[in-house]
């Protein structure tokens, strides 16, 4: 256990729907990322969060959004969903810049999102 | 371009049969490299982190290695719970994505 959470675990919905992925990082952790892992793309890095800030944009689509409260949480949003967007959401946190070990990424056990 | 290619995709061994998994990197420069381990439909779990060339970690039947362009990753005696899918990535230095990119993984199968 990474002691990352994620929810939902299981997502399904219809294709120009809306949903919300919510993300918990570990306790002390100030970093979230957020991957998306498709069978043919791999896992590929969304956006990243610090301390509520954005802070850095990897492959995300106009389309999808996230935040991160004040109490550190990340939601990402995902709307006018397609059938490709199916595939399983990460959420990785790291610890605070300057910190021992704030190189690694730790992943939550993910969220399937099936758009039918 | 990929910036992270692992060969082979996938390998099948025996119990107790070593083997190495390679990971062939391009950045213009390395702030890390990560070896993790993924169970299907699990998240990644960490393994190790490398920095700079003839770096080595160990854990357990694992080890890594890291040249200035490529990473292995030794099993030495493995046992089927070692069966997993295990992904490389890097991490560039020089500002930019802080984001992790992925090789596509080798998926390791260890038959008893």
């Known amino acids: 256990d990474s002691g990352v959470t994620q929810t939902p675990k299981h997502l399904i919905t219809a294709t120009g729907q809306r949903v919300t992925l919510r993300c918990s990082p570990r306790s002390g952790d100030l970093s979230v990322y957020w991957y998306q892992q498709s069978l043919d793309q791999g896992l590929q890095f969304l956006i990243q969060y610090y301390n509520g800030e954005e802070r850095a944009k990897g492959n995300i689509l106009e389309r999808f959004s996230a935040q991160q409260f004040p109490d550190l949480h990340s939601e990402l949003n995902l709307s006018s969903l397609e059938l490709g967007d199916s595939a399983l959401y990460f959420c990785?946190?790291?610890?605070?810049?300057?910190?021992?070990?704030?190189?690694?990424?730790?992943f939550g056990p993910g969220t399937r999102l099936t758009v039918l | 371009e990929d910036q992270v290619t692992q060969s082979p995709e996938a390998l099948r061994l025996q119990e107790g049969e070593s083997s190495s998994l390679n990971c062939s990197y391009t950045v213009s420069g390395l702030r890390g490299l990560f070896w993790y381990r993924q169970d299907p439909g699990k998240g990644p779990e960490f393994l190790f982190t490398?920095?700079?060339a003839g770096e080595e970690k160990e854990k357990e039947r694992l080890k890594a290695t890291l040249t200035k362009k490529e990473s292995f990753l030794h099993i030495t005696a493995p046992k089927p719970e070692d069966s997993a899918t295990y992904l490389c990535a890097v991490r560039e230095s020089g500002g930019g994505a802080d984001g992790l990119t992925f090789g596509k993984g080798t998926h390791l199968i260890i038959q008893p």
């Open positions: 990785a946190s790291s610890a605070p810049t300057g910190t021992p070990l704030d190189n690694e990424q730790f």
């Open positions: 490398l920095y700079s």
